[in-house]
C-alpha cells in the first residue's frame, strides 16, 4: 500500500495540467452542446424539472464544492448505501453501488450508461473544482471516514475520469479504486492523462461498470 507521494513538481504539475483541463473543458462544451438540447427536452417530457442534480462533494485538499449532474434519479431518492462501521478507513471490500437501484429513473439510467449524465461537470473543471483526469470525488462522508492512506487520494484535483474508471469503474471494490487511485497520484503526467481519457472513450462505448 501506497504510504507517501512519490510525485514530483513539474511543470505540468504546476501549469500544464490546469491549461490542458480549460482547454479540454471549454472543447468538450463547444462539442456536447447540441446534444444537451434534446436531453433537457426529454428530461422535461419524462421526468420533469430540475434538469440538475447538485451535491456537496471533497475536492483538493479536502476542500468542499458542489458537483453538478444531469438528474438520473427521482426528487424523491435519499442516499443509501454508505458504510456504517469505519474505524480505520473504508472498508476495502466496500461496493457503493449497485447495479440494481430503483432510485434510477429509466431515461437516467440511458444517461449513466453513456456517462451522459456527466457532461455538466465539465462546469466544475472550468471553475477549478474538478480536473478532466484524477480520483473521481466523494461525498464529505466518505472523505471524512478515510484512514492516513485513503485520504492522500485528495492531493490532486478529483476528475471526470481517471485510473478507477477505465479499469471497472463501479465494478471495483473500494480498496481496488484507492490503489490506482493512489497510483495517479504518484505517478500523473500529461501521457498518463492523454491515454487514461482515450482509454475513457473505449470504456464508455462498452458501457463497462456504468450504473
Known sequence: MHEQSA??????SQYGKRIFDITGALLLLFITIPL???????????????FFFKQIRTGLAHQRFII??????????VPVNMPTVCADGIPEDYYFKTEQDAR????GSVLRKLSIDEIPQLINVLK??????????EVPPITNAYNTVQ???LEVRPGLTGLAQINGRSNISHGQKISYDLEYVDNYSFWMDLRIIIK??????ARTGAY
Open 7 to 12: 510525485q514530483t513538481i513539474t511543470f505540468y
Open 36 to 50: 444537451m438540447l434534446p436531453v433537457f427536452l426529454i428530461l422535461l417530457i419524462s421526468t420533469g424539472r430540475p
Open 68 to 77: 453538478l449532474k444531469l438528474r438520473t434519479m427521482t426528487i424523491q431518492a
Open 104 to 107: 434510477i429513473t429509466k431515461v
Open 128 to 137: 477549478g473544482d474538478m480536473s478532466i483526469v484524477g480520483p473521481r470525488p
Open 151 to 153: 485520504a492522500r487520494r
Open 200 to 205: 475513457t472513450f473505449y470504456v464508455v462505448l
